[in-house]
């Protein structure tokens, strides 16, 4: 008998954001001076930006916390910097990991003098430290229906991403004492249970198995598995 989920959705409109004249940023969680009692972080999650960056600009992340930073490219490459010295062009299909000591930061920087990109910010805090070398990770989604999980073994979370076909499903096996939070890159999910359009997540725990079903064609999903 299934066990029914513990859960909480974090709507697309509900999102905060950020815009100027060389960002636009839509954040799920707190961040900064921005705070609302709703928007807390699940668990070591603790940034979620879905950004669009203008052509030829640059933004700076202080990232205040240690732990391990995952750049995901959705249109366009990206330039990245930080205090190391290391610089990476990250394409469409990949996605860079980076670990960050406490106080430091990186750049980003859009190469195209004449077209946006977009991109997606992940943080996740650690209490151990880890190589600052960048890894970078390959995205598969060749495969309908199924999660291509991006990490290795030796961080202590699991990010997935798979694309769906109309009435494609999945059957996420959740480890003890862990949570996931499913966030929708394009299309139309019903997640045990609970209806997501694009860019809504759901955190949902106490439960060892999650259902998944994809109601359009196409349709893309994040996760990202956080031990308790």
Same mark, same amino acid.
């Given at each position: ?84 010295? *290391? !610089?990476? =062009? @990250?394409?469409?299909?990949?996605? /860079? ?7 430091? %930061? ?38 309908? *229906? !199924?999660? =291509? @999980?991006?990490?290795?073994?030796? /961080? ?7 694309? %769906? ?64």
């Amino acid at each position: 008998m299934k066990i029914i989920s513990q859960g909480k959705i974090f709507l697309s409109d509900q999102r905060s954001v950020t815009e100027n004249e060389r960002i636009k940023r839509y954040s799920t969680f707190n961040f900064d001076n921005i705070y609302n009692p709703a928007k807390e972080p699940i668990g070591n999650l603790y940034a979620l930006h879905d950004d669009t960056l203008a052509p030829n600009a640059s933004i700076n992340f202080f990232h205040r916390e240690q732990g391990h930073v995952i750049i995901i490219p959705i249109l366009g490459s990206i330039r990245y910097f930080d205090e190391d010295e *290391n !610089q990476i =062009d @990250i394409e469409v299909g990949k996605s /860079v990991m980076i670990f960050h000591n406490e106080n430091s %930061f990186f750049k980003l920087q859009n190469p195209y003098p004449d077209a946006t990109i977009s991109y997606l910010i992940i943080a996740i805090k650690s209490e151990e430290e880890h190589t600052n070398s960048p890894s970078f990770l390959d995205i598969d989604l060749s495969k309908p *229906n !199924q999660l =291509d @999980i991006i990490t290795s073994d030796t /961080v202590p979370f699991k990010i997935g991403v798979g694309r %769906f076909k109309g009435r494609g499903e999945n059957e996420y096996s959740l480890s003890p004492f862990s949570a996931l939070y499913s966030f929708v890159l394009a299309g139309v999910f019903e997640i045990d249970g609970r209806l997501l359009h694009e860019r809504d997540g759901i955190a949902l725990w106490a439960t060892d198995k999650i259902e998944m079903e994809a109601l359009s064609n196409d349709a893309i999903l994040l996760t990202i598995e956080l031990p308790e």
